[in-house]
């Protein structure tokens, strides 16, 4: 097993190989044109071969059992969360658990002029067949949790405590977003505000990371995060903009709304995550 301060500087190394992927290509029409997306999409590509196999070179059988799972079964794809055992669970619980916890925005969307929108499957058809779309809802949530969960979080829980690799392993997955920053400057925005955004989407992302970390290591499924980030880009940030234009009546029932899928998601939390509904073998965190 090779010292932690090593899987750290692979784990750093990993980081800035997926962000440096993004940039071998020309660029100058913009990230959301069609030609720069598929070229991206290239880069991503060819990151889910070379990330397991930075996992592979440094993965330690041994380094498992301290979590229960038994060295003469030891497989590569399930410490990766690939495995068929309690996938539909992986992939209801996180949805429904995410879903609460988006009740506010969900709720408002339903309520006002997104819902006939929303409830029209030619939208959907749309969608489907939209580069932006298909990048924000498949590509990069698919993309992001294969490398930063499945491959980079089982390189530090070698090395560090399953907490502590829970709070470590997102900061890794934030600051890769910090190259936003040089595409927004090419555009022209003001350097500082284009500071204090960046900061708070990394810092946005990396609280996010926590979760998905969380979520990976209770159900032992990459499906679990995987599906969480792609809902968690459907929705994208609460829009406080709108919710301060509502009357103040309707403002004051959509923000005790938004608290209450917080409570709820909170409370639903500890049930919906036990590892008895994912038949995981690799025990990271006890049960709440």
């Known amino acids: 097993m ?21 940039y071998i290509w020309d660029a100058s ?19 889910t071969i070379i990330s397991p196999i930075f996992l592979k070179f440094t993965v330690s059988p041994e380094a498992f059992t301290q979590y229960g ?19 539909l669970n992986a992939v209801l619980f996180p949805l429904m658990l995410t879903a609460i916890l988006y009740t506010g925005p969900i709720v408002f969307w339903m309520t006002h002029e997104h819902a006939p929108i929303l409830l029209d499957p030619r939208y959907w058809l749309r969608q489907v067949t939209n580069t932006v779309w298909l990048r924000n809802q498949v590509v ?10 499945a491959c980079l979080l089982p390189m530090l829980l070698q090395c560090m405590s399953p907490l502590t690799a829970l709070f470590v392993a997102p900061l890794f997955f934030g600051l ?17 505000a284009v500071l204090l955004g960046t900061l708070f989407h990394c810092l946005f992302t990396s609280v996010f990371g926590i979760y998905s970390a969380y979520l990976f290591m209770k159900t032992g499924h990459f499906t679990a995060a995987f599906i969480a980030h792609a809902f968690c880009n459907l929705m994208g940030m609460p829009d406080v ?48």
Not at 2 to 21: I, Q
């Open 69 to 87: 799972y038994p060295i003469e079964e030891f497989s590569l794809p399930e410490v990766m969360g690939l495995r068929w055992a309690g996938l």
């Open 2 to 22: 090779f010292p932690c301060w090593w899987e750290v500087l692979l784990c750093v190394s990993l980081s800035v190989l997926y962000v440096a992927s993004l």
């Open 29 to 47: 029409k913009g990230r959301d044109h069609p030609s720069t997306i598929k070229k991206r999409c290239i880069s991503v590509a060819v990151m």
């Open 241 to 288: 903009t709108e919710l301060l234009e509502l009357p103040v009546r309707q403002r004051c029932t959509h923000f005790l709304v938004h608290v209450l899928g917080i409570i709820m998601w909170y409370f639903a939390l500890p049930s919906t995550t036990q590892s008895c509904w994912f038949d995981t073998r690799i025990n990271y965190l006890p049960d709440l």
């Open 176 to 192: 890769a977003h910090f190259h936003h920053a040089v595409e927004r400057l090419k555009l022209g925005f003001p350097w500082v």
């Open 140 to 149: 990069a949530p698919f993309s992001e949790e294969w490398t930063f969960r």
